[in-house]
């Protein structure tokens, strides 16, 4: 995925720095050369330090070391090293340490989701939901695909999911039958996903020909039969778990033979922890 704009890394730093520094400017007024080391205090999949160097050389820092994302390091690794004048030093500081600590928090627990869900079936995925935090979209998806997640859908323009909420559109059962079949004359390029919550809807979806069926808070053992009727009966369809599935309980869903999780734990994932050193040249 392409790394966030130059525009948009300067929107960033506006919101924290809109005028200058007024600490170190107070404290400090004569510059020093320095060095900065932003370094793991966990075992971490990196995201986002291009982002982070950017940041650092949009306020004057050059950037000695910088790790680049998808990298898994060992607790005590230097991410982002920096060197500079004092006060552009201070400046870069938070910005960068704040977007690392999100971000890799994001792919790292993305990361060892996919892992858990891997260990008790090796063919099923992880796709992140569009509920990324307002206005983060852009910077939730890249750190989510640093780790190795995907995501579900991206918003609604590009992707069919049915949902009952679209059903209610319709006055009867038929009616919704007749529009379903219609949506699927038309999206000749696209696969229509249905949610559904029970067993026997999710089979009648199948036999109208949805792609894919997702199913919400499902029961684990009912999960297990759709897929065993899927695979007798319509072998090139998915099925897709989602609600309530986070990185404790997805080998409990992956091991149903689902085809992917569908989740929005990654974006609530604790914040990854970074320490700094400040280095005096």
């Known amino acids: 995925m392409t790394p966030l704009l130059d525009h948009e890394l300067i929107e960033y730093i506006r919101e924290d720095i809109p005028y200058f520094d007024l600490s170190t400017h107070l ?3 004569t510059p020093k050369l320095a060095k900065l080391e932003i370094y793991t205090r966990g075992d971490i999949i990196v995201a986002c330090s291009e982002e982070a160097q950017r940041i ?3 306020l004057g820092c050059s950037v000695v070391k910088n790790t680049p994302s998808r990298t898994f390091v060992k607790a005590g690794s230097i991410v982002l090293k920096l060197q500079g004048d004092s006060d552009k030093l201070h400046q870069a500081w938070k910005l960068c340490s704040i977007l690392l600590e999100y971000a890799c928090g994001i792919a790292t627990y993305g990361h060892e989701m996919l892992q858990n869900a891997h260990k008790a079936n090796p063919n099923c995925e992880i796709l992140a939901t569009r509920k990324t935090i307002p206005f983060a979209k852009k910077f939730a998806i890249r750190a989510v695909l640093c780790g190795g997640v995907l995501p579900h859908r991206l918003g609604l323009s590009e992707s069919i999911v049915i949902f009952d909420q679209h059903r209610a559109l319709f006055t009867d059962k038929e009616q919704f039958i007749q ?3 219609e949506l699927k004359r038309k999206a000749v390029e696209k696969k229509v996903v249905v949610e559904s919550d029970t067993l026997e809807d999710a089979k009648e979806m199948l036999s109208l020909s949805a792609d894919v069926i997702q199913m919400d808070k499902c029961d684990q053992s009912v999960l297990k039969e759709l897929v065993e009727y899927k695979n ?3 072998p090139h369809a998915k099925i897709l778990a989602a ?10 869903f992956a091991q149903t033979g689902v085809d992917a999780i569908v989740t929005s734990s990654p974006y609530q994932a604790k914040m990854a922890d970074f320490g700094t050193r400040w280095i005096n040249l």
């Open 243 to 252: 609600g309530g599935i986070n990185k404790e309980n997805v080998a409990l």
């Open 232 to 234: 007798q009966n319509f």
């Open 56 to 58: 650092a050389e949009l």
């Open 27 to 29: 404290l400090a007024p």
């Open 179 to 181: 529009g379903f079949m």
